[in-house]
């Protein structure tokens, strides 16, 4: 999907490799669209995302697979990359205090929580792998 030879999908790598927060976007039952600042990985063509079971995203990737991601722009208006993607809750994956990418990209902001990887990753249980089908670079 992206490509680094392609100077624009090379920037949209990097900002991959150094973003902290991703905002997914999925899509209530009522065809209300819902936002919400999300953790990631990226694991060069899908994003790994861990969240509460009870949250809504959960069931609104049930029911609606098709999500969408941006990460922030630079403040002006600028420097923005989104994706539209498939969504899957993944039964059984690896909880994340024991995916390493994950746990070296976030080990500090979880301890900041006032918690463990061990008691963050019982809280985020719930495993969600995107793959996306559209990117978008505008800088």
Do not use: C
């Not at 990631?40 to 609606?64: C, D, Q």
């Not at 205090?97 to 963050?120: C, D, H, W």
Request: without cysteine; hydrophobic residues 35%; charged residues 20%.
């Amino acid at each position: 999907m992206l490509d680094p030879s392609d100077p624009k999908h090379a920037h949209a790598l990097d900002r991959l490799g150094r973003e902290p927060i991703v905002w997914l976007t999925t899509v209530r039952p009522s065809g209300q669209p819902q936002s919400s600042p999300v953790w990631f990985v990226w694991e060069g063509s899908t994003f790994l995302v861990y969240s509460i079971p009870t949250s809504a995203k959960v069931p609104n990737i049930r029911a609606n697979p098709r999500v969408s991601l941006h990460l922030s722009d630079d403040g002006t208006g600028g420097d923005v990359v989104t994706f539209e993607g498939t969504a899957e809750i993944v039964e059984g994956a690896s909880s994340p205090e024991t995916v390493s990418a994950y746990l070296v990209k976030y080990r500090g902001m979880i301890e900041e929580m006032g918690t463990n990887p061990t008691q963050f990753g019982a809280l985020y249980a719930s495993a969600i792998r995107i793959t996306p089908t559209r990117v978008r670079v505008y800088e």
